[in-house]
Nanobody, 126 residues
Framework: VQLVESGGGSVQPGGSLRLSCAAS????????VAWFRQAPGKEREGVSC????????YYAESVQGRFTISRDNAEKTVSLQMLRLKPEDTAVYYC????????????????????WGQGTQVNVSS
């Protein structure tokens, strides 16, 4: 089981990036998929999650209204569109998958997810 993130990079504040998470060996549509991020010296935090059951989405308060998570089942990917990026969004972003990862709603944690990607770096600075 392997997840691969892509789309990270460096942007100025106010810019946009689109991250993508692809699964190489299983059907991502039956899994809850989340994006987490980890900044230097900080704990890994949940950014967004999309449920497999009804595609309900959850967002951290810090990204609500700026980030959008979505599925493309035909492409077996989950994307995170990030708009109006801020310096505090700088982190390594990880995608994670599990059958019931965000089944508890907005309270999901790294330990709830069995499968992880290697991460992609997002830098927001002027």
């Amino acid at each position: 089981v392997q997840l691969v993130e892509s789309g990270g990079g460096s942007v100025q504040p106010g810019g946009s990036l689109r991250l993508s998470c692809a699964a190489s060996t299983f059907m991502l549509d039956i899994y809850d998929v989340a994006w987490f991020r980890q900044a230097p010296g900080k704990e890994r935090e949940g950014v967004s999650c999309i449920s497999s059951r009804d595609n309900t989405t959850y967002y951290a308060e810090s990204v609500q209204g700026r980030f959008t998570i979505s599925r493309d089942n035909a492409e077996k990917t989950v994307s995170l569109q990030m708009l109006r990026l801020k310096p505090e969004d700088t982190a390594v972003y990880y995608c994670a998958a599990d059958l019931l990862g965000c089944s508890s709603g907005s309270h999901y944690y790294p330990a709830d997810f069995a499968y992880w990607g290697q991460g992609t770096q997002v830098n927001v600075s002027s």
